[in-house]
């Protein structure tokens, strides 16, 4: 090897040596590595924290509005305007679906009326006799009524929500995606006025 050659490489090592010691760059390198996973990150946990505001607004509204319910001067309309205008100050343009469900007592709440299932196939049909307990002229499933009934009456007051989220997680969710919260009260009305009976007039499934 020549002079010329030896001189060269010792040229090329000096310059691989300062090369791996020049620090010049390393951090906007760290941060392009290590952003995109805080940013998600981050992303994530504002999504959680607003998903978890949201659900204990959702909940303190339908509490507060299935308790005023129990009162003979309750105004349901008024309460489901409330909730909705709750949830809305959360989750903007979000859909509200609210349902109540009126029973004789709390053992009835999801209770099948009753009726004589002769083929066991636990439904009403083929000429099954039934008892019209919520009188509605027709068998089912679940006995209650709706609407906020009557005195002395359980009532299951449940909202549901749809939304999307505020805080889309990149790589997870995208503004297409939607969430669904649900929560649901149970209360007894105040003894107002005499409970109605249940019905007693039979009828026959088709």
Not at 165 to 177: E, H, I, Q, R
Request: some cysteine; aromatic content about 6%.
């Amino acid at each position: 090897m020549t002079e010329g050659s030896r001189q060269a490489v010792r040229q090329g090592m000096r310059a691989l040596r300062a090369l791996s010691e020049d620090r010049r760059g390393v951090t906007i390198i760290e941060f392009a590595v290590a952003g995109p996973v805080l940013i998600i990150l981050l992303m994530g946990i504002f999504d959680l924290g607003h998903m978890a505001y949201v659900r204990a607004v959702l909940q303190g509204g339908v509490q507060q509005v299935a308790r005023n319910g129990t009162l003979e001067i309750a105004q349901t309309e008024a309460g489901d305007a409330y909730v909705r205008k709750l949830v809305e100050g959360v989750a903007p343009g979000a859909e509200v679906e609210i349902a109540r469900s009126s029973y004789f007592d709390f053992t009835d709440i999801a209770r099948a009326e009753a009726w004589n299932d002769k083929n066991n196939n636990d439904r009403c049909d083929d000429g099954e006799s039934y008892t019209d307990e919520n009188k509605n002229g027709h068998w089912d499933a679940d006995v209650g009524k709706s609407g906020n009934g009557g005195a002395n009456d359980v009532v299951v007051y449940t909202v549901k929500v749809t939304y999307t989220p505020v805080f889309p997680v990149p790589g997870l969710t995208d503004l297409s995606t939607k969430r669904t919260l649900t929560a649901t009260a149970v209360r007894k009305n105040q003894p107002y006025a005499l409970q109605q009976a249940m019905g007693s007039t039979a009828g026959i499934c088709k």
